[in-house]
């Protein structure tokens, strides 16, 4: 039994941020959960993976965050406590439905979680979702510690019953990755089956109704505001006096709460765990206690201009310290580094520091780089070939996971991105807009999220470019999550592999070929075929992600790796100049080695040396 | 209040087991009925790529340590120790691996990885504290070069620093790996215990 289902009321587990919302989603006993895969939040879905089964809820990997949240509105809409999860850009995915949903309500408690990610650790922007609770007016809690978002979570359920309404719950990378300790609750009972009551003066948003629905949520948030003020989530810290006064909530609250102790600074510290609605009356309280107020907040200053408006309505003169007047910054997640900077311009003082300061020495970068004989640089190769002279004005329109990082040299291959699916759309923009050649790629996995409608798009439109569905069979970048082509569920069941290829067939366009990444001359053919080809052309490139195949190879004891031939190198560096597999490198004798800890014997280098010197190693012991 | 917290950062490359580490010794620690919360990396952390795992024990909310404020310092690749250098401070313990992993950029870029002499030199002139051990050639000796986590788990025990008995320490991290590897993982810890341990 997985460690998150142990029923020890009172026992304390080491678990991460992302961990402790499952525990507390059991603890409030859900019924059904939906998701699409997305860091920070992915390992939400990888523990409902392994523990959904046996806790005897319904989860599934959806095939995108609009879909997933429609899923759990139907759930809820039954009378059943629900969950989606998703990254923060995944909510732009699912908005259309997410903004009605806040008209409708919900039956059985229905909680969205939106792990936003301030300094872009893993993702396209850094855009704040409290404005998304704000946008829908809807409820919104922040936690600042894996033990708050595991009771965050679970009140959660309660109070989206109470108001009937969604709450999001609302995270970042530093919580959703942070470890501590979590105290356990008794775990909950999921119900079987839901029922479905008509009720079409609710659910069936046509315009008479939604008006109404309307005027019903400004109603429950009047009631969710009273809840807000008198929120456990919502609490103050006296530390000794009333000079300054600092109203937080959640990464910001652990390191302003740490520098007013450790520096001994006379204050108190509003926590705000319950930011939509904010308590206006205890804001107001607490503001009218201090003689300064600090507003120390992530991202947009969400709070702070909320708490202008309440200082503007009453006619005071309290001095509000944020990021309007240029003490704090509105980018990048926080740190105790960058509290402290602006705090000491808050204070005028300056905290000692003890920091070392050696001489410099330049370190090389270790940027995140496609794995040792990863099948995308193996396709991206093949295209550079069959494009030759071509490569500097092609345009390689690229997408959200591993293939991105085609970026890095030697390949080059990424020159547009925006969002999942934004490949094949901008292609088709692109094609329209020169006569460059253009080139689309995306994986198995954003095909089934959003690469569909724009194939459709394509082909409809007589678009000419060339279309490449990386199939890994996995969904790699977020840790290997199934997905629609892969015949396993979330749940780890068998079930019907949704063919890529009769996707595309049925879509319509005249040019489709399947290829073997890994065989570099029909690879290059199909591309230079492909490029030839007047209107979209479309390439499915099919090789498992390597370490899926390298787990299996060690398993069977069939790995086989690599070595450079002495002899026959003629240190031309055509394997590290133009593919640049990380197990390839110059060792200190300025010859071409191989990696033994590295290689996972792909093999692919032996048809890119054109001297035939690089060899299996012989086995032994 | 400040000597009621102990900060370890772990660094190291993707890989090398830094979260596995930074969480036995979180877990290890908050068995004993102590605060610990600790910040993992996730995400585009790769293969390859920088690992740090920030580890704070007692009376503290932040999981993020500052510059200077780190109490210890555990590397498992020694540029990585120099990397991570503006988190400690005088004081701070530093144990690092000697063994070097070569970043793939170096194949491509100026940059060249630099003369580990100089590298150590460096540290030395800020700090006093620092303990350079071969941790990857003490694992193969022991039988595996996988076991450099548990010798550098031992080396950290051995500074006395760590708010746990060592055989405490010792008892979890065994309880935790694999049961096939528990005898040679007792070994390789007490083979980084000797290194730092005083005699």
């Given at each position: 039994m997985h460690e998150i289902l142990t029923n020890e009321v009172g026992k304390k587990l080491f678990l991460l941020g992302n961990e402790a919302i499952v525990r507390g989603s059991l603890e409030a006993g859900l019924d059904v959960a939906a998701a699409y895969p997305g860091t920070p939040s992915s390992e939400i879905g990888n523990t409902f993976e392994r523990v959904g089964k046996d806790f005897g809820l319904y989860f599934e990997y959806s095939t995108n965050e609009k879909v997933a949240i429609e899923v759990v509105a139907a759930a809820s809409a039954c009378g059943l406590r629900s969950m989606t999860f998703m990254k923060h850009v995944g909510l732009n995915v699912a908005a259309d439905a997410y903004m009605t949903i806040a008209y409708t309500g919900v039956r059985g408690g229905l909680v969205i979680i939106t792990a936003d990610d301030p300094s872009c650790h893993s993702s396209q922007n850094e855009q704040d979702n409290r404005y998304y609770a704000m946008l829908a007016n809807i409820p919104m809690l922040e936690p600042s510690s894996p033990e708050e978002a595991k009771e965050m979570t679970r009140i959660a359920f309660d109070l989206s019953e109470e108001l009937e309404l969604p709450i999001i719950l609302r995270t970042t990378t530093r919580i959703n990755h942070m470890r501590g300790p979590v105290i356990l609750g008794e775990l909950g009972e999921p119900q079987d089956k839901g029922f479905f009551e008509k009720d079409p003066g609710r659910f069936i948003t046509i315009p008479v109704h939604a008006r109404k629905r309307h005027a019903i949520l400004l109603q429950q948030m009047k009631k969710a505001a009273e809840i807000s003020e008198k929120s456990s989530f919502n609490k103050v810290f006296e530390l000794g006096g009333d000079e300054i006064g600092i109203i937080t909530s959640g990464a910001g609250f652990n390191y302003v709460i740490d520098f007013m102790r450790e520096q001994d600074i006379k204050g108190k510290v509003l926590k705000l765990g319950m930011t939509r609605p904010i308590p206006s009356e205890m804001c107001l309280k607490f503001m009218q206690g201090v003689k300064k107020v600090v507003v120390v907040e992530e991202l947009e200053p969400y709070l702070e201009e909320q708490l202008r408006s309440i200082v503007q309505r009453q006619g005071l003169d309290t001095e509000i310290c944020?990021?309007?007047?240029?003490?704090?910054?509105?980018?990048?997640?926080?740190?105790?580094?960058?509290?402290?900077?602006?705090?000491?311009?808050?204070?005028?003082?300056?905290?000692?520091?003890?920091?070392?300061?050696?001489?410099?020495?330049?370190?090389?970068?270790?940027?995140?780089?496609?794995?040792?004989?990863?099948?995308?640089?193996h396709t991206y190769y093949a295209v550079k070939k069959a494009l030759g002279d071509k490569f500097k004005e092609a345009i390689f329109s690229t997408d959200i996971g591993c293939y991105t990082l085609g970026i890095q040299p030697p390949l080059q291959t990424a020159d547009f991105l925006l969002c999942m699916g934004s490949s094949v759309g901008a292609a088709g923009g692109f094609s329209k807009a020169t006569d460059q050649p253009v080139l689309a790629f995306l994986g198995d996995s954003t095909f089934f999220h959003s690469g569909i409608h724009g194939l459709v798009n394509a082909v409809y439109n007589k678009h000419k470019f060339v279309y490449t569905i990386l199939d890994n069979r996995t969904t790699a970048m977020t840790g290997h999550q199934p997905n629609p082509g892969t015949g396993r569920s979330g749940s780890g069941e068998p079930t019907i592999e949704v063919s890529i290829e009769d996707i595309v067939f049925g879509c319509g366009p005249d040019f489709v070929r399947i290829v073997d990444p890994n065989d570099l001359a029909v690879t290059t053919k199909a591309y230079e075929d492909a490029l030839a080809h007047d209107g979209i052309a479309v390439i499915i490139a099919r090789r498992p992600c390597i370490l899926l195949e390298v787990r299996e190879k060690r398993r069977t004891g069939t790995l086989t790796q690599y070595k450079v031939n002495r002899e026959t190198c003629k240190e031309c560096r055509i394997c590290i100049d133009t593919l640049g597999c990380p197990a390839i490198f110059e060792n200190?004798?300025?010859?071409?080695?191989?990696?033994?800890?590295?290689c996972l014997g792909c093999g692919y280098c032996v048809q890119v040396c054109p001297f035939n010197a690089i060899e299996p190693v012989e086995e032994s012991s | 209040m400040k000597n009621d917290v102990l900060r370890i950062l772990v660094v190291g490359v993707g890989g090398q087991g830094v979260v596995f580490a930074s969480k036995v010794i979180g877990e290890a620690i908050m068995n004993t009925g102590q605060n610990v919360i600790m910040s993992e990396v996730h995400g585009m952390a790769q293969r390859g790529g920088v690992v740090t795992c920030h580890v704070c024990i007692g009376d503290t909310y932040s999981p993020m340590i500052g510059d200077g404020q780190a109490d210890l310092i555990l590397s498992f690749e020694p540029i990585e120790a120099f990397r991570a250098i503006q988190k400690a401070h005088p004081e701070t313990v530093i144990i690092t691996n000697k063994a070097m992993f070569i970043p793939v950029s170096v194949n491509i870029s100026d940059v060249k990885y630099p003369d580990l002499d100089d590298v150590i030199g460096a540290i030395e002139e800020v700090n006093d504290h620092l303990t350079v051990l071969n941790a990857t050639k003490i694992a193969i000796e022991v039988g595996s070069h996988v076991m450099a986590n548990a010798v550098m788990l031992g080396a950290l025990a051995g500074t006395g620093k760590l708010p746990i008995e060592t055989d405490e320490f010792k008892k979890y991290i065994l309880s935790e790996v694999p049961p096939k590897t528990v005898d040679l993982n007792s070994k390789a810890f007490e083979r980084g215990l000797a290194v730092t341990a005083p005699d």
């Open positions: 944020g990021k309007d007047t240029g003490h704090f910054s509105k980018l990048y997640e926080y740190t105790p580094d960058t509290i402290k900077q602006g705090m000491s311009k808050v204070l005028g003082t300056d905290a000692p520091d003890r920091k070392l300061e050696p001489k410099h020495i330049p370190l090389p970068d270790r940027p995140p780089s496609l794995c040792p004989g990863c099948p995308h640089r200190k004798d300025g010859k071409i080695d191989i990696h033994e800890a590295i | -």
